[in-house]
């Protein structure tokens, strides 16, 4: 890779020879800085991640100066030709919205030429996503330096890089770069909250502002929730007491850069530098309380890291990796806005990740085994707060992502969220739509078990519930629990072992279960592969245990034989399902309620109706999702772009139907005009060659075969052979048979 950066950095310190950012820094810093946040996000070998680099350093060069597409096509190849002319596409389009957004009698609503331009956009990155993987890099930059342009325009710029490009890389599952750029956005749209917030956060996290450690946190926040009009105030009493005029720049410095939470050596050396630049330098607060906040983190991963050495007996021989990661100041006043609560309730502001090693997938269900392990050494060491455990793993999100998520208070008697999962899982989570897309020629082969929409992912990875307090938090989980019926699949936890079992008796509305476990059905394996298709030969083993317990009549606890043994369980104020001795004592041991999508709910029940009756089980077989084909059936790479597709095309709608939000209203009722909110197209994806068709809205599948010149052919629609006239769908697979 060296040798081809190094050379790209040559063209671009020729091509921008003279040329001056408003910083006064020469161009070129521009192309360097942008390479570098590339080099962040791809892998670090493989032609299409160096090409991806390369097009990052040359990516204004046909722009802003004299030399030609041409030129670079010669000197580095075409397919760096192609994303350099891609990204030159994207930033012409992008320009072009922002104009026709300027002469707009409403500028907050999309007219029919931005709204098709936006398409046309969006269909251009679906062919390539490392296009707006560059851009995106190259937006980073230029907010890192935004302190340079005048005030209103600073803010403009940032009010659509939070609309427009934040959004973007969410779609894309860039998280980090995502949560960087919310920040600096924030910086400058709400200097006064990002302040107040940052100085909230280092106050609750300094190792000195608390003192003790309470066995549970308190239900009630001992901070007043966000209210704008006191933050304001007391910043400007602050302000008047410390002298910290702060200025954009200050602010921005205050952001960390992603690449330093990912890198631990990098933070470190972050953490020292700032540390001399504060004690010889006198800088603002915002600066020292952003210093806190990582040192916060090192604190946590330290005293987590010393405790994982102690405790070797979690599983012998398992590689665990373990990083941080601070949730963007923009993430947590948002939620503290939709949830109404205050700073200190908001559990996922700090979090730890423990990756458990799998050796590629081989060694899952020991790996899944470790987890519990681990989340047994968390709660030991520190105090978890009640109904904040949640387990992705057994339950994963209807994205497939899975997790062990638990909120503890931390060693400075703040919440702390840690999040345990094994390295598939964690690749499954964290590689975005565009990082899939690269990663496909290095051969580190990820997951694609179900159709991911990493945006659902990072929603569903930080979710905390937030109640006002713990009776309610109760109650809502003994409505959730009471119509569990008999013979509902669960698992036994205890330690790392993990045991099927299934629901014998239900007693006290769902807050007591009877439950039968066998010692002889290790359920790690199953567990790891939750959501994968095809699932009747697990499923039968909980079937077979239930009608065992039933032809046997076990009915009470200790009932069973040497490898079935019946127990009872109390739904705790944790949310938990906790063993109960024959004394009424909880014990560790804990159960989790296996929940079953609608399909599986049908196959399950049918499979116990089988075993019950004496029916062939053989006979029965899991029904396919579509969304759910793996490679076996379909080509990786067509079916990642029908994934990206159907991504940018719902992020494409949800900006579409934000944007109509803004429209004056009529009669009480907001007025959509249809040409700036329908485009009258629907696009869809040609199987088995990808390529993209756009139909006007209304096609129907015999217009789609009339399309490609086989009209009165058979045609199915997402693997399913469908009639005629049926209406085709924005992100449809069509494919025609001869």
């Known amino acids: 890779m060296q040798r081809q950066v190094q050379k790209a950095i040559a063209f671009a310190k020729k091509a921008h020879h003279g040329q001056l950012r408003k910083t006064g820094d020469p161009y070129l810093t521009h192309c360097i800085h942008t390479g570098r946040i590339l080099a962040m996000l791809v892998p670090s070998s493989g032609k299409r991640a160096v090409d991806t680099v390369v097009a990052g350093i040359l990516h204004d060069v046909i722009d802003d100066t004299c030399e030609s597409l041409h030129s670079i096509e010669g000197e580095f190849g075409n397919d760096v030709a192609k994303l350099v002319a891609g990204v030159s596409r994207l930033s012409h389009i992008n320009q072009l919205l922002r104009r026709n957004r300027r002469i707009n009698v409403n500028p907050d609503t999309l007219g029919p030429e931005e709204a098709n331009n936006l398409r046309v956009m969006l269909l251009g990155m679906v062919d390539d996503p490392r296009v707006v993987l560059i851009k995106l890099a190259d937006r980073l930059h230029n907010m890192r330096t935004i302190y340079v342009l005048p005030l209103p325009k600073a803010q403009a710029v940032a009010k659509e890089t939070l609309v427009i490009w934040c959004s973007l890389a969410s779609r894309l599952g860039l998280w980090a770069l995502k949560a960087e750029m919310e920040d600096l956005c924030f910086a400058v749209l709400q200097p006064q909250v990002f302040r107040k917030m940052r100085a909230d956060l280092a106050s609750m ?84 309380d952003a210093g806190i906040a990582l040192a916060s983190l090192v604190v946590c991963e330290e005293a987590l890291e010393r405790e994982l050495i102690i405790s070797t007996s979690y599983v012998p021989g398992m590689e665990v990796t373990l990083s941080s990661r601070l949730k963007s100041l923009y993430g947590i006043y948002s939620k503290m806005k939709r949830k109404d609560v205050s700073i200190s309730k908001v559990y996922d502001a700090r979090a730890l990740r423990v990756v458990v090693g799998d050796k590629n997938g081989t060694l899952q269900g020991p790996a899944v085994q470790c987890c519990y392990s681990l989340l047994n050494i968390v709660h030991k060491l520190w105090t978890p707060i009640d109904g904040e455990f949640d387990d992705y793993i057994v339950n994963p999100k209807p994205s497939g992502y899975q997790s062990l998520h638990t909120a503890v208070q931390g060693p400075d008697s703040s919440p702390l969220e840690v999040q345990i999962r094994t390295q598939r899982m964690h690749e499954y989570a964290e590689h975005g739509l565009a990082a899939h897309w690269l990663y496909k020629e290095t051969g580190n082969k990820l997951s694609s078990i179900n159709s991911m929409d990493e945006s659902e992912i990072e929603a569903s990875s930080y979710i905390s519930k937030d109640l006002d307090n713990q009776n309610s938090m109760v109650d809502d989980l003994f409505h959730k629990y009471s119509s569990l019926k008999v013979g509902h699949p669960v698992l036994r936890v205890e330690g790392s072992h993990l045991l099927a079992a299934v629901i014998i008796r239900v007693d006290n509305d769902g807050r007591e279960l009877l439950v039968a476990v066998s010692f002889g059905l290790p359920a790690s394996e199953a567990v790891a592969a939750r959501r994968s298709s095809f699932q009747i030969k697990r499923w039968e083993a909980y079937a077979r245990l239930y009608k065992k317990v039933s032809d046997e009549w076990w009915c009470e606890p200790g009932h069973g034989d040497w490898c079935t043994c019946l127990e009872k369980y109390t739904l705790c104020r944790d949310g938990i399902y906790h063993k109960q001795d024959q004394f009424g004592r909880l014990l560790p041991t804990f159960i989790q309620v296996i929940d079953l999508t609608e399909q599986e709910e049908s196959e399950y029940w049918d499979l116990v109706s089988a075993v019950f009756e004496g029916r062939q089980v053989d006979s029965l077989t899991s029904r396919p999702n579509f969304e759910s084909i793996t490679s076996t059936s379909m080509e990786a790479s067509i079916n990642k772009k029908v994934r990206l597709l159907r991504t940018m095309l719902r992020w494409e709608e949800q900006l579409r139907s934000e944007a109509s939000l803004g429209q004056p209203k009529h009669g009480g009722k907001p007025y959509v005009n249809p040409g700036s909110v329908v485009l009258g197209e629907v696009v869809i994806v040609c199987w088995p060659h990808g390529g993209i068709m756009r139909l006007r809205t209304g096609s129907t599948a015999a217009d789609a075969a009339r399309r490609v010149g086989l009209d009165g052919k058979l045609v199915l629609v997402n693997g399913q052979l469908v009639l005629p006239s049926t209406e085709l769908k924005d992100g449809d697979v069509v494919e025609v048979r001869m």
């Open 205 to 288: 996290w300094s190792t000195s502002s608390r003192a003790g450690n309470p066995r549970r946190i308190s239900a009630r926040a001992s901070l007043l929730p966000l209210d704008e009009k006191n933050i304001a105030s007391e910043d400007k009493g602050s302000m008047a007491i410390d002298e910290d005029i702060t200025s954009m720049k200050d602010l921005l410095e205050a952001v960390v850069p992603f690449d330093i939470l990912l890198d631990r050596r990098k933070r470190n050396k972050f953490l020292n530098s700032l540390r001399s630049t504060l004690e010889t330098h006198s800088k603002p607060k915002v600066l020292r």
